[in-house]
T-cell receptor, first 113, second 113 residues
């Protein structure tokens, strides 16, 4: 049973527009959420995170929103750039699990020039 | 900055052979992890370690073994390779406090034929 779900396998956006990537989770024990970006033939790289005590975290063009009651988080990229084209993984952890991450299946974002 | 280094990058194994994937990190991180990623899937945790001499099973440990004799190294051993172990393997590490960013290696592509 998937505890972290990314229901959109792919997303295509025009350069300069907003990209919104969504993630849902089922485990109410998760208290920390992260987004990772992955290019082909490379390891995932950390993008942005949010603690469950917050509902928003912003870092430059990237903003993550957390809605705990809906068990939903989203990553907003504004403005989107062609270099943002990659697979984005949503991940979650709970502090009692030795900080292990549970990953979603990923969403392939394509930003068209 | 070396970060997390994995070797080999690519390997083809025959069914029943054994091999070790090497992983070393130079960030003095206490926590280390091995994940595998199958096509179209998220990363699944194989084994993890919270410090030298301490290891524990993750979500998909069958067919694998690990050891952690030093802080820096966390090798993953495949015994009696099977086609189901064809995957991309990622080693990762972090310092451990809740929410601390996990850093990934570049991955090891393993094919069992």
């Amino acid at each position: 049973d998937q505890q972290v779900k990314q229901n959109s396998p792919s997303l295509s956006v025009q350069e300069g527009r907003i990209s919104i990537l969504n993630c849902d989770y089922t485990n109410s024990m998760f208290d920390y959420f992260l987004w990772y970006k992955k290019y082909p033939a490379e390891g995932p790289t950390f993008l942005i995170s949010i603690s469950s005590i917050k509902d928003k975290n912003e870092d430059g063009r990237f903003t993550v929103f957390l809605n705990k009651s809906a068990k939903h988080l989203s990553l907003h990229i504004v403005p989107s750039q062609p270099g943002d084209s990659a697979v984005y993984f949503c991940a979650a952890s709970d502090g009692g699990s030795n900080y292990k991450l549970t990953f979603g299946k990923g969403t392939l974002l394509t930003v068209n020039p | 900055n070396a970060g997390v280094t994995q070797t080999p990058k690519f390997r083809i194994l025959k069914i029943g052979q054994s091999m070790t994937l090497q992983c070393t990190q130079d960030m003095n991180h206490n926590y280390m992890y091995w994940y595998r990623q199958d096509p179209g899937m998220g990363l699944k945790l194989i084994y993890y370690s919270v410090g030298a001499g301490i290891t524990d099973k993750g979500e998909v440990p069958n067919g694998y073994n690990v050891s952690r004799s030093t802080t820096e190294d966390f090798p993953l051993r495949l015994e009696l390779a099977a086609p189901s172990q064809t995957s991309v393997y990622f080693c990762a590490s972090n310092q451990g406090p809740p929410g601390n960013t996990i850093y990934f290696g570049e991955g090891s592509w393993l094919t069992v034929v």
